[in-house]
Nanobody, 115 residues
Framework: QVQLVESGGGLVQAGGSLRLSCAAS????????MGWYRQAPGKQRELVAA???????NYADSVKGRFTISRDNAKNTVYLQMNSLKPEDTAVYYC?????????WGRGTQVTVSS
């Protein structure tokens, strides 16, 4: 069974930084597109950032210039460096792994940004 385990969430003041990690197991990590999504209370889950197997990245407009996604295929881990955090970044952040029609999810990690 595929496992995606997120870590690194927490409470931070506005303007601060956090680094999320997602460790994957039981998949061929290097061939999957890895992504970070988030879901705030009362809102739909939205894509934050993704990195393909070829290391191409894309970002939501709301996080461009502040967040950076990266992957380490040797460690089966994907990261999300979040800088200049804003209260509107508060959400549960989920890691995803996708290839074709298959999509896997982690359980999420809470990020809370206080004003």
């Amino acid at each position: 069974q595929v496992q995606l385990v997120e870590s690194g969430g927490g409470l931070v003041q506005a303007g601060g930084s956090l680094r999320l990690s997602c460790a994957a197991s039981r998949i061929i990590f290097s061939i999957h597109t890895m992504g970070w999504y988030r879901q705030a209370p009362g809102k739909q889950r939205e894509l934050v950032a993704a990195v393909t197997s070829g290391a191409r990245t894309n970002y939501a407009d709301s996080v461009k210039g502040r967040f950076t996604i990266s992957r380490d295929n040797a460690k089966n881990t994907v990261y999300l460096q979040m800088n200049s955090l804003k209260p509107e970044d508060t959400a549960v952040y989920y890691c995803s792994a996708s290839r074709g029609q298959l999509n896997y999810w982690g359980r999420g990690t809470q990020v809370t940004v206080s004003s």
